[in-house]
């Protein structure tokens, strides 16, 4: 009898509609706040740093913090490894990176550099002047 209802639980379970698992995309959405930021391998200023938020909402970003604010499009490639995030920033002249990313739970990594630089392979800044990091937390 029990071996009977174990089985019945469980064939239920298969058969309950799955909620499909989010892409990267999905989970980028939303308010970052920003934790770290690293430039040629040396860490920005803790005033620099804080209240800096990373936004995202479908494929455009927005980092603002102080009088800055940054906006952007982006685009992933969550198939390589370590996978990739390119962005286009506008401004006073139109931006390109190419970076990595890592998103685990609730922190968000991304390393980056001008076009015209090597993506970057590790999340360092200490291989080139020009690579930047963000290591940021997601808001409640």
């Not at 927005?62 to 920033?89: A, I, N």
């Not at 390393?111 to 090597?118: K, L």
Request: glycine share 8%; charged share 35%.
């Amino acid at each position: 009898m029990k071996r009977s209802l174990v089985l019945l639980i469980f064939a239920a379970l298969a058969l309950a509609p799955q909620e499909p698992p989010k892409k990267d995309l999905d989970k980028l959405q939303g308010t970052w706040a920003v934790v770290s930021l690293e430039s040629g391998g040396k860490a920005a200023p803790a005033e620099k740093v804080k209240n800096q938020k990373l936004v995202f909402r479908g494929d455009k970003f927005t980092l603002k913090g102080g009088d800055e604010e940054y906006e952007g499009t982006f685009v992933l490639d969550p198939t390589s490894k370590p996978k990739r995030m390119d962005t286009t920033v506008k401004g006073d002249r139109t931006l390109k990176t190419r970076g990595i990313y890592e998103l685990k739970g609730d922190t968000l990594k991304v390393c980056w550099t001008e076009e015209d630089g090597e993506r970057p392979r590790l999340f360092s800044t200490t291989a080139g002047p020009k690579l930047r990091m963000v290591v940021a937390k997601r808001e409640k």
